[in-house]
């Protein structure tokens, strides 16, 4: 049974003291640091690369996850690797070989995520279920932060969680406690929320009440899934 796994946009934080809001995230709780990756290409904003990456791994002890919003992602795997990144997420709408853009993460000793842009049919990635560590469901056009959430992403969500129940599956873009039922419902186990962390009056307790509605509606599809 997955497990649930809060993951903080850095995206919401200083990027100015970028390794005390990763300290300070960890400290709240949080399970993994979702970094966003943004080349001015893919998406129409540039934010953080490889470089930034190691110098955070020399002070942060977190799991990073890094979540490519690039073209040609297959051109940075060896310097993420290099860097310390522990899990890169590629779109699958910026390669034309996933299946080999996979096989060359593994081989660098990263986990390897697929991510969907709201307008991508969940089918493009159903080939990959046995290949890929995560799927990244978009619920926001990827490239800015604080855009309201898209209800309308929650079905693949809940496609991928009927095709994979083990898989990790991450929602990202707007996730808030106004909808992370909605999220955590469809299947999603990796929680992806930028604003309503940093923002909130309470993070800790913010993040845990993320974790515990996440496993929560975790062994209830566990436990659907045993009954006759």
Known sequence: MPIAKISPSLLSGDFGILAAECKRMVSHGADWLHMDVMDGHFVPNITIGAPVISCLTKHVDAFLDCHMMVSHPEKWVDDFAKAGAHLYCFHIEATQDASALIDKIHAAGM??????????????????????????????????????????????????????????????????????????????????????????????????????????????????????
Not at 127 to 151: H, I, N, S, W
């Open 111 to 228: 986990k390897a995520g697929v991510a969907i842009k709201p307008g991508t049919p969940v089918t493009a990635v159903k080939d990959l279920g046995d290949k890929m560590d995560m799927c990244l469901v978009m619920t926001v056009e990827p490239g800015f932060g604080g855009q309201r959430f898209m209800a309308e992403c929650i079905p693949k969500v809940k496609t991928l969680r009927e095709w994979f129940p083990n898989l990790d599956i991450e929602v990202d873009g707007g996730v808030s406690m106004e909808n992370i039922d909605a999220a955590a419902d469809a299947g999603a186990n990796v929680i992806v929320a930028g604003t309503s962390i940093f923002k909130a009056e309470d993070i800790t307790q913010t993040i845990e009440d993320f974790r515990t509605k996440v496993n929560k509606q975790q062994e209830l599809l566990a436990e659907r899934a045993t009954e006759p």
